[in-house]
């Protein structure tokens, strides 16, 4: 903790002596992020996309901290104009990818990934979520299965 409050005294004077710098409000909002403080994180995000509306790392961590409080189509709009602004930032792909997981649009998931390690990521940074993207695909079919087994019994018993 003690590291994170001399970063977020540096960086408030930082912003102090110099308002308009969008490198300081974004890692002061992921020092907010760190600190657990995800309202001003994403109001400090909101300030460096103010000042500079291109700036693609700020919606992307925006998009990290809206996911973390459960805001996905919030997190998903931010993913979406982060890879508009950087399309080859692997990064981003990965958090979408991980975004559309919690999301269950599984094949959404996986291209987000595949793509993110065609841009550099380790396929075994992946091992999980791709266990998770399977374990999920199975228990929607075993579902799909007995309801359809149900069904078909509610039928038969009606006749």
Do not use: C, H
């Not at 540096?10 to 760190?34: H, K, M």
């Not at 990290?64 to 890879?83: P, V």
């Not at 979408?96 to 291209?111: P, Y």
């Amino acid at each position: 903790m003690g590291n994170l409050t001399g970063a977020l005294e540096d960086y408030n004077e930082s912003i102090e002596r110099e308002p308009n710098q969008t490198w300081a409000y974004n890692n002061r909002g992921l020092t907010y992020g760190d600190l657990g403080q995800l309202a001003k994180a994403i109001e400090d995000f909101d300030r460096a996309i103010e000042l500079d509306s291109e700036f693609g790392d700020a919606y992307l961590n925006r998009a990290e901290t809206r996911k973390t409080q459960g805001l996905f189509s919030k997190a998903l709009d931010d993913y979406n104009r982060a890879i508009v602004l950087e399309p080859t930032n692997a990064r981003t792909y990965a958090g979408r990818g991980l975004l559309f997981v919690r999301m269950n649009r599984l094949d959404e998931a996986e291209k987000d990934i595949n793509r993110a390690v065609e841009l550099g990521i380790p396929e075994t940074a992946f091992l999980r979520t791709r266990e998770d993207i399977k374990t999920q695909r199975i228990g929607f079919q075993r579902a799909l299965v007995s309801e359809t087994a149900s069904t078909s019994s509610a039928s038969d018993a009606s006749k």
